[in-house]
């Protein structure tokens, strides 16, 4: 069941960046920070499309926090122009009342 239900907390962060909504990413990461956030808005208005693939490459649940590890890759278009970003990605989840919920995240270039 936690597997689940941090599959659903990542698909919900997939979810809010292919909507471009910045409500939505809040949902799924309460923690992010005033400046993630604007970083992120800015990305949203500026982008016409957003698409992006998450493969999982590891998770590790402790209790009540939990460590993924994932291949991701976002593919922007923006202003007529097709940008695709590899990057390895570690999510940090903390369970909330029942959900698991981002509390941050990592990146690091894509090889």
Same mark, same amino acid.
């Given at each position: 069941?936690?597997?689940?239900n941090?599959?659903?907390?990542?698909?919900?962060?997939?979810?809010?960046?292919? &909507?471009?909504n910045? *409500?939505?990413?809040?949902?799924?990461?309460?923690?992010?920070?005033?400046?993630? @956030?604007?970083? #992120?808005? =800015?990305?949203?208005?500026?982008?016409?499309?957003?698409?992006?693939?998450?493969?999982?490459?590891?998770? &590790?649940?402790?209790? *009540?926090?939990?460590?993924?590890?994932?291949?991701?890759?976002?593919?922007?278009? @923006?202003g007529? #122009?097709? =940008?695709?970003?590899?990057?390895?990605?570690?999510?940090?989840?903390?369970?909330?009342?029942?959900?698991?919920?981002?509390?941050?995240?990592?990146?690091?270039?894509?090889?």
């Amino acid at each position: 069941m936690d597997l689940q239900n941090i599959h659903a907390a990542l698909s919900g962060y997939q979810q809010a960046f292919e &909507n471009r909504n910045i *409500d939505q990413l809040r949902r799924v990461w309460p923690s992010i920070t005033k400046q993630e @956030a604007d970083r #992120n808005q =800015q990305s949203f208005r500026a982008a016409s499309q957003i698409r992006m693939k998450l493969s999982e490459k590891s998770v &590790n649940i402790a209790g *009540d926090s939990a460590l993924v590890e994932c291949a991701q890759t976002i593919e922007i278009v @923006a202003g007529g #122009n097709r =940008q695709t970003v590899p990057n390895n990605t570690t999510f940090s989840l903390q369970r909330r009342s029942g959900e698991w919920v981002i509390a941050r995240i990592s990146y690091g270039k894509s090889r």
